[in-house]
């Protein structure tokens, strides 16, 4: 394979699986500008999505929805219109590449302790059922059986006020939040059992046999840029899917071999060693609407301390050879 030769796999489809166009520019945007400084123009956005095969009216529309969440604003009222990243989106972004780029390198500390929840509502109030079951799966609980949930750890703090918030409406709603702990974690009523460890095992190894290619082809050196920005964009799209869904459960939970060291190796060779080719890519195409384009885009990189993942290249460095 050569540089002219595009990596199986990457271009088609060009948006990675899954993606809206407002979920890919809040990737985009959270990996490769830092700063609520840069000016972005909107013409320099469309010509980002267009990379994905995003047309421009959806483009805007990707623009107005980020907007309205708060993540950009526009600077002034100029026309066409210049947006920037808000000190708010600033600090979510470096939390969340945190979070990616540092999930899976160190065993969590365990100390047996979950949180239990277990809820109860009348026949009546089923859509408020569902709401609840939501919601506790965006805090990471899963059903242990039915109205009751769990989650590791010790934290119950954001679950307490998310239910109190969705049912104190609710007429003859009742809940409980509650520390356990299992005398039989591991065995076939213990709460490993709750978790389709199975599926996400598969997942893991799915993640390694798509990318093993195009992690071969970055370490020849044949990726060419346009390729490396479609690529490493999907490659960090599947990814954080892992970092926000994996319970991270201590090693005597999980079955032996467990695959996700090898999907991180596989993420991170990717995401480092496609970082500055993805990242002169997006200054090629943004350039021409955006002077300061070399300027303000940056790229995350996963760190040698792994508890400060930090910009590289852009306004805070140049970029640092991949592993």
């Known amino acids: 394979m050569t540089a ?15 993606s809206s166009p407002q979920h890919l520019l809040a990737t985009l945007l959270g990996e490769y500008l830092d700063s609520a400084d840069a000016d972005l123009p909107s013409a320099a956005v469309i010509a980002m999505l267009r990379e994905f095969g995003v ?24 026309r066409p219109p210049v947006y920037h ?13 945190r979070h990616f780029l540092t999930f899976g390198a160190q065993p969590p500390p365990w100390t047996g302790d979950w949180v239990l929840v277990s809820y109860s509502i009348p026949s009546a109030g089923q859509a408020a059922r569902h709401v609840v079951r939501r919601a506790l799966a965006g805090l990471g609980f899963v059903g242990l059986y039915d109205s009751v949930w769990i989650r590791p750890g010790v934290d119950a703090a954001p679950v307490r006020a998310e239910l109190a918030a969705l ?16 005398d039989e974690e591991a065995g076939p009523h213990g709460p490993a059992a709750a978790y389709d460890l199975a599926g996400l095992a598969a997942g893991y190894a799915a ?12 370490r020849r050196g ?9 690529a490493r964009t999907s490659a960090m799209d599947s990814w954080r899917r892992f970092a926000d869904t994996d319970p991270d459960l201590p090693a005597h939970l999980l079955p032996q071999p ?11 060779d990717v995401h ?52």
Do not use: C, N, Y
């Open 222 to 230: 044949a990726v060419d840029p346009a390729t490396a920005l479609v």
């Open 85 to 97: 990243l808000t000190p708010t989106a600033i600090a979510r972004h470096r939390s969340r590449m």
């Open 272 to 323: 480092s060693r496609l970082g500055a080719l993805a990242r002169s890519r997006l200054i090629e195409v943004t350039a021409p609407h955006w002077p300061d384009a070399a300027r303000w885009i940056t790229h995350f990189d996963a760190p040698d301390d792994p508890t400060r993942p930090e910009p590289a290249g852009g306004p805070r460095g140049v970029a640092r050879r991949p592993r």
């Open 55 to 78: 047309t421009e009216p959806s483009a805007r529309a990707a623009l107005s929805r980020l907007v309205k969440r708060g993540l950009i604003a526009t600077r002034g009222d100029t």
């Open 4 to 18: 002219e030769q595009p990596v199986p796999d990457v271009r088609t489809p060009r948006a990675p699986l899954g």
């Open 167 to 182: 049912l104190h409406s609710v007429v003859g709603a009742r809940w409980s939040v509650l520390h356990a702990r299992f």
């Open 258 to 268: 467990w695959p996700r060291g090898q999907a991180r190796e596989t993420f991170l």
């Open 207 to 218: 993640f390694v046999a798509r990318f093993a290619p195009l992690r071969a082809a970055a």
